[in-house]
């Protein structure tokens, strides 16, 4: 299982709530709430996501999980949304690592460390793979992929590759759907992740990459 639920009142944490809980207790019950979610989730599938069954497994009372999940359809916001949080502190940390270290294969160092995540992300996995994604959750993942592209600009800039400019944030997006796309083909039927879509997509990716960073250089 991964990381424990984020906490509400943490900066990258947006979950859709009924209610905002204030109390400290209350956001323990919320926690863990969401994290007997995931664990029904990754044991059972998407379709024993029911407040029922989440209440059973949290042990707290239906009523006190309509407080705050009234229903399937915003327990699956909120998971979602723990998972973005997560995703995008990753992000944030590899920004940072850029950097400091000056990575001289900055395609490979990202892979490598959201595979990572993949593999561990039982949860995340078997949300997306379930196929019952909410509109809400869809829409929230649009915007997720491009405070992901604004990631991967922040690290192209701190390595000193690119200007910043319109194209490149354009170009950080559409790296981003293509490599979000091959990672899920290659977690799809492989939890450790298929190696060899993997090396394609470094192939692939690596090829986009310098074709980005040649824009900015001088003739």
Do not use: N
Request: charged share 25%; glycine share 8%.
């Amino acid at each position: 299982m991964g990381d424990p639920v984020p906490q509400p009142g943490d900066g990258a944490w947006h979950v859709p709530l009924r209610r905002t809980p204030q109390q400290a207790r209350s956001k323990a019950r919320l926690a863990r709430v969401l994290q007997a979610a995931e664990r029904v989730l990754v044991r059972e599938g998407v379709q024993a996501l029911t407040t029922t069954r989440i209440a059973a497994e949290a042990q707290v009372s239906v009523g006190s999980l309509y407080q705050y999940l009234p229903d399937r359809d915003a327990i699956i916001d909120a998971l979602a949304a723990g998972y973005f949080a997560r995703l995008e502190g990753a992000m944030d940390d590899l920004v940072r690592a850029a950097a400091a270290e000056q990575w001289d294969d900055p395609v490979g160092v990202l892979i490598d460390a959201y595979a990572v995540i993949y593999r561990t992300e039982h949860g995340f996995r078997a949300l997306w793979f379930g196929s019952i994604l909410t509109e809400q959750t869809r829409a929230a993942d649009r915007e997720h992929k491009r405070r992901m592209a604004d990631g991967i600009r922040r690290i192209l800039l701190a390595l000193g590759a690119v200007q910043d400019d319109e194209a490149l944030a354009r170009a950080c997006h559409a790296a981003v759907l293509a490599a979000d796309a091959l990672a899920q083909e290659a977690f799809r039927s492989d939890p450790e992740g298929d190696p060899g879509l993997l090396d394609e997509a470094r192939l692939m990716l690596r090829g986009y990459l310098a074709g980005v960073t040649a824009r900015y250089e001088g003739p």
